[in-house]
């Protein structure tokens, strides 16, 4: 590396820079060794603008997210080519540590409800590729999520949920996922129906069984 600084910021036909392969490989170590002399490495970004935090985010890693963030604190302001930040990436692939991680960070007021091109929010992302761990965690008190936001079709949060449903029980099958994840869902239903139309008590349970009869 020292012989061949300019090696270093070099990417392939992707894009894709040393930095970003370590990132990919998981490797904290080489990636603490590559940001050590020039943090700048890490906002390079690949021909998809893939930062090397994106990578992290949507690979739940959080020991390299870590990394990352320590070495540059404004990192998380970079967005890729659709215009999506880290906090997106972790939130469509499922990256639950790394989105717990952003919660506690003083970037993540900054990140929560930003919109991408098609104005979908991290939020839109957790549910419509159905995270409900994610999605509620995000809606929990004090994290500043807009539940109400809408995309550029005018579709929030509730609609993705409710439109993946229905998509899911057709055409006479309804597959049933795991319990947890029905409880999550359950979870998600009330709380975006009580901001809906504001009627439901504090104090309604969260989770309730649901029997579900489908005609041939």
Sequence with gaps: MRKWPSTLEQGDDSGWTPLHIAVHLGNWRLVRLLLKNDNSRAYARNKEGLSALHIAAKENNYPVVSELMEACLDISELLDNRGRNALHAA???????????????????GLINEKDEEGNTPLHMAVVNGHYWIASFLLEDGLGVDSNATNKKGITPMDNLLLRKQL???????????ACTIYRFLFLFLFFLRELIG??????????????????
């Excluded at 899911?168 to 996922?177: G, M, N």
């Excluded at 504090?202 to 005609?215: L, N, S, V």
């Design 91 to 109: 939130a469509e692939s499922g990256g639950w540590a790394v989105v717990h991680f952003f919660s506690e960070t003083p970037q993540f007021e």
């Design 168 to 178: 899911h029980c057709r055409p006479t099958v309804c597959p049933l996922p795991p």
């Design 199 to 216: 009627t439901l008590h504090e104090d309604t349970p969260k989770f309730c069984i649901i029997i579900i009869i489908i005609d041939d």
